[in-house]
Every structure is written in structure tokens, then in C-alpha cells.
């Protein structure tokens, strides 16, 4: 419908994506990189196959906690006794899913 009203539908999008890229950068970097886990816990549970908010918001709690729980463990007994950033850890999570998500959803 926007096409048809003159709109490029196609560089709209493309600046919609870059806009909203930035912004999670941002975001990320204000927050650090353990609140990338808050961005990547709900995209993985919903890769699970579990849609409903009722499991998806306890399950994205408790996932997280979990991750963030095992990630403080490895990184501070990988290389002990100095200690490996956390973020480290996460990213390497984080980082293939989104590409994956990407992938995804250029594909569709």
C-alpha cells in the first residue's frame, strides 16, 4: 500500500534496518555487554518453539540468570586464576544467533 501512495518500500526498509541496528548498538553499549543477554534470551527461547507470552517472559527470566550464571562461572575458571570478561562469553551466544536471525529473515 505504501508503494502505491510513491513511497520506495525498498529504501525505507533498508534505513529502517540500519536505524534500528544502530540503536541496539547503542543500547548495548550503554548497557554493557551483559544486557546483550536480555536482547538475545527471548529470541532464543521463541527458537524453541515457545510463542506464548505467559512461558516465554518466565522462561526468558530464568533462562537468562541461567546463562549469565554459567558464563560468570566458566569465564572466571577458563583461565583462573585471571578472569575472562563475561561479555567475552555472551557474545560469542549472542553473535551467531542474530546472524542466524538475520539470515532468517532475509531468506523469508
Do not use: E, K, N, W
Request: hydrophobic share 55%.
Amino acid at each position: 500500500m505504501a508503494g502505491s501512495l510513491g513511497i520506495r518500500t525498498d529504501l525505507l526498509h533498508l534505513a529502517i534496518y540500519v536505524i534500528a541496528s544502530l540503536l541496539t548498538a547503542t543500547a548495548v553499549t550503554q548497557a554493557g555487554s551483559i544486557g546483550f543477554v536480555g536482547l538475545v534470551v527471548p529470541h532464543l527461547i521463541r527458537l524453541l518453539g515457545y510463542h506464548d507470552h505467559r512461558i516465554l517472559l518466565p522462561a526468558a527470566a530464568l533462562l537468562g540468570a541461567s546463562l549469565l550464571l554459567l558464563a560468570d562461572t566458566v569465564a572466571r575458571t577458563l583461565l583462573a586464576p585471571q578472569q575472562l570478561p563475561v561479555g567475552i562469553l555472551t557474545a560469542f551466544i549472542g553473535v551467531p544467533l542474530f546472524l542466524y536471525l538475520l539470515y532468517r529473515g532475509a531468506r523469508q
